[in-house]
């Protein structure tokens, strides 16, 4: 309840943005998935002090027609009011579906204990409408998100293992 206060607060500031640069953008994953981002939500605030990187990824049950990821994408923008007011967010590029259904959020933090406290608190409700087991998040302490997408190579730094679901690979440069 204190976060969903704290995004009305930010509202009310007009603190709290959806840039359109990045929407379209195409993110390629070490697993040869790829997903575009269909919105971005931004906090008006200094630059993080202690960035980290968030990738979350999830395949709601039942969802598999284009109208129903439609529906999901448009009810999404309602999910806005439990997260944007976590402490520490900066921001989040939302990720369409890929080929293998699974929806992304790829955030920046300030603070990796933030990031980590705010996907464990996540993963509940992502739990209750989607697939068994498919919840997944990865916290990448002292990288920018925008760095981290212009050059994954940058990974490398504090996580060494060449694959996985979370790793971006590339990026276009958005719309």
């Known amino acids: 309840m204190r976060g969903a206060w704290r995004t009305i607060v930010l509202l009310a500031q007009r603190r709290l943005t959806q840039p ?16 575009i981002v269909y919105r971005e939500t931004v906090i008006v605030r200094p630059p993080p002090s202690a960035p980290a990187v968030l990738v979350v990824g999830f395949r709601l049950r039942g969802i598999r027609r284009p109208w129903a990821h439609f ?8 999910n806005t009011i439990l997260f944007a007011g976590f402490p520490g967010l900066v921001s989040k590029l939302w990720l369409r579906h890929d080929q293998r259904q699974t929806y992304r959020g790829v955030y920046q933090w300030d603070d990796a204990d933030l990031a980590e406290s705010y996907a464990r ?25 925008d760095d981290v997408l212009d050059d994954p190579t940058l990974i490398d730094t504090v996580d060494p293992s060449p694959g996985g679901w979370w790793r971006p690979r590339r990026a276009n440069t958005g719309a």
């Open 20 to 35: 359109r640069g990045n929407v379209g953008r195409r993110i390629w994953f070490a697993d040869d998935t790829s997903a």
């Open 71 to 78: 529906l999901f994408r448009v009810e999404s923008e309602l």
């Open 121 to 145: 608190a996540l993963w509940w409700v992502l739990a209750l409408v989607s697939e068994r087991g498919s919840v997944k998040y990865v916290v990448l302490p002292g990288l920018g998100r």
